[in-house]
């Protein structure tokens, strides 16, 4: 017998077929949001790695070649982030090309149908999912200490703390795939996928930011940091919460298919 979980308790499905329909129904349009949120999280990093890429091959092609910097101080700070990015264009280029596999092989390795009908490309996409987010976590953790950022301490302080956690998690993830523990191998890899999507939420943060700029007097060096913050924090409330949410009742993993 099938049971649901309602309010913190376990009811057989046939009794309850009503509750059994609701549940369903909410968690499929949770599901719907959620996969939204990802798909257009997915987009937009892609479109910041491309940006960045062709920005970034005729420095490796031809050098470094610093320009002048803007008149209007607020964009001589972005442009000074992309003269960061410029100044050490390997390292650089070694965190965000991994970034494509990562936030392409991530959302299908969490499609049952596509799992079970082929498990083998599955587990081989899944190391390599593996190996291009250790890149990306070992890399923006070197990045945090050789590169200056333009959100000052507060700002390496959150990839810091967060290249930490990633590395960490995907560790999670490895060791409890090796030990066949599937249900904890599932919930770190919710983790880990949501930390390293955040920074293309963070992208739309300071863009807030920035247009708020002449209310709250926030210059990029004060709000970078805080952005940073609040996409990560942000992320890992939701994977969290996702977590939690799924893992009460069997209608949850029925539906976990985006």
């Known amino acids: 017998m099938s049971w649901v979980a309602i309010r913190w308790r376990l009811v ?47 420095v490796l092609a031809h050098g470094y070649h610093p320009s002048p910097p ?26 965000i090309v991994p970034g494509l596999l990562f936030v392409t092989l991530g959302p299908l390795q969490f499609n049952a149908t596509l799992r079970a009908s082929h498990l083998r490309w599955h587990r081989v996409s899944g190391r390599v999912y593996l190996v291009a987010a250790y890149i990306i976590g070992i890399s923006a953790l070197i990045m945090s200490f050789a590169m200056p950022a333009i959100g000052g301490l507060n700002q390496a302080a959150a990839t810091t ?68 913050w609040i996409g990560f924090v942000l992320h890992l409330i939701v994977a969290e919460a996702w977590i939690r949410h799924t893992a009460t009742s069997p209608i949850a993993q029925a539906v976990e298919n985006p």
Not at 80 to 86: E, H, P, Q
Not at 190 to 198: E, H, Q, V
Request: net charge positive.
């Open 70 to 95: 803007p008149a209007n101080p607020a964009l001589a700070q972005f442009a000074g982030l992309d003269d960061i990015f410029a100044s050490h264009v390997v390292l650089t280029m070694i965190h």
């Open 161 to 228: 703390f967060f290249s930490v956690f990633f590395l960490f998690a995907l560790s999670k993830v490895l060791w409890h795939v090796v030990h066949r523990e599937i249900a904890w191998h599932r919930e770190w890899m919710i983790r880990t996928f949501s930390i390293g999507l955040a920074v293309a939420t963070i992208r739309p943060i300071v863009g807030i930011f920035l247009a708020t700029s002449r209310i709250s007097g926030l210059t990029p060096r004060e709000f970078f940091g805080i952005a940073f």
């Open 12 to 58: 057989p499905v046939k009794e309850c077929p009503a509750a059994r329909r609701s549940t369903y129904m909410r968690l499929r349009a949770l599901n719907r949001l959620l996969w939204t949120a990802v798909t257009f999280l997915g987009v937009l990093a892609v479109a910041v790695i491309f940006r960045r890429a062709s920005a970034l091959l005729p």
